[in-house]
Every structure is written in C-alpha cells, then in structure tokens.
C-alpha cells in the first residue's frame, strides 16, 4: 500500500451523521478513484477523478459526494450516513501511463453505520 | 453492473496442485486485468492481458483470454500456502474510470 493512505482506517458511526473518509497519495497520480467493496457484490465504483476539482460519478454514487482541491487528496463524504452504507471503502489511483488502467490500491477503511 | 463475473466462486486445493480460475465478461474489452486481495487488505494487481494477446504468463501465472467466448483464465501453478486470497477479474472497456470488477474467486490452499 505504499504511496497511498487512507483514513480512518475504522470507524463506527450512527445513521444520520456526516462521515468523511480521506485518500492521500503521493505518487503524483492523476486518477483516484474510490470503490465500496460489499458481499455478494464485488468491488462497485463510487466517484472518481482525473484531475484536480475534475469528476465523475461511478455505479454507486447515490448519497456519496467526492471533493479533490490537491493532487495529493481525494475525499469521499457521507452527508448523512445511512446502515446501506455500511461496507469496506477502497481508494485507488492510477495514472495510466502505458495507457492500461491498472490501480494500486490503499489498504481500505471499514465504516460501521449504527 | 457487474462486468466480469468469476467461476468458482470458492476453489480449495492442496498446497503444490495447480488452481484455475474463470472469468467472464459480457461486452468489449480493451484489456482484462487480474487482482489478488488477502484478507483485510487491498487489492494487489497481477497481470494484464490485452484484448489482442491470447496468453501471458508472470512468474507461476498464466492467464488466457479469449474474446469470441469473452471468457479469461487465470492458472496459479504448484500452489502455496500464501497464495490463498481472493482473485478478482477486472475489464477495461476504455470508458475513463470504469474498470468493472467481479465477485471474485475465494481461493483456499492447504498446506
């Protein structure tokens, strides 16, 4: 996981509540990219970015905002939590040199919705 | 929309036999990428295969592509221990940001 970080890595919250979960990397990348990863259904794309205040709704975006002022962060907010939102969150970042997107991955943040 | 969905969904084998593992996909793809995820980590790329390639092989890896029946195989050779993990298929169809994961293989390798 190194060049990306993200945090908190755990956290428990009530339904109802903002929740802001934070994507630091440090390779410069320009793609970002945040999944939610559920039983039974994989890894689905939320938001993501190809470059500062640039981007884009995945799959999954509904009650799920994303912000990027730096290169460096990309963050995803939970306005008002909701128990469906209850998963692992992974960011990844990409920045498709060799024209393949491969991600690298951070090591994920469990969010526990009450 | 789940692009790749993967076969079987749980495979449990014996350390030093060969595991394979399915992949299938419903439209055009540019490439096929393959992910290994441990437990309570993220995902790890392994290798990629594009849509003109056939075969590739990366170490004890080989993955196969085959566009007229939209289908990949990924075959870990003489397995290990520490090979047991998820393994998640990944299509790239060019549309920026969609790299469409599926369900994933749960492998199971006992020593």
């Known amino acids: 996981d190194a060049g990306i970080t993200q945090s908190p890595r755990h956290k428990v919250t009530e339904t109802g509540t903002p929740v802001t979960l934070r994507c630091h990397q440090t390779?410069?990348?320009?793609?970002m990219y945040w999944y939610r990863q559920d039983p039974g259904h994989g890894l689905r794309l939320i938001h993501y970015s190809y470059g500062v205040k640039d981007t884009d709704k995945g799959e999954v975006s509904d009650g799920y905002s994303v912000s990027r002022s730096k290169t460096e962060d990309f963050l995803l907010t939970l306005e008002s939590a909701t128990s469906s939102q209850t998963s692992v969150y992974f960011c990844?970042?990409?920045?498709?040199?060799?024209?393949?997107?491969?991600?690298?991955f951070g090591a994920g943040s469990r969010l526990t919705v009450l | 929309s789940q692009q790749g969905e993967e076969d079987p969904q749980a495979l449990s084998i014996q350390e030093g036999e060969n595991a394979t593992m399915n992949c299938s996909y419903k439209?055009?793809?540019?490439?096929l990428q393959w992910y290994r995820q441990n437990s309570g980590r993220g995902l790890v790329h392994l290798i990629l295969i594009r849509s003109n390639e056939r075969e590739k092989h990366s170490g004890r890896l080989r993955v196969t592509l085959d566009t007229s029946k939209k289908s990949s195989s990924l075959l870990i050779t003489a397995s290990r221990a520490a090979d047991t993990a998820s393994y998640f298929c990944a299509t790239d169809a060019g549309s920026q940001g969609n790299l469409i994961f599926g369900k994933g293989t749960k492998l199971s390798v006992k020593p």
């Open positions: 439209t055009s793809i540019n490439n």
């Open positions: 390779e410069n990348h320009r793609y």
């Open positions: 990844a970042i990409s920045d498709s040199g060799t024209g393949a997107n491969v991600l690298t």
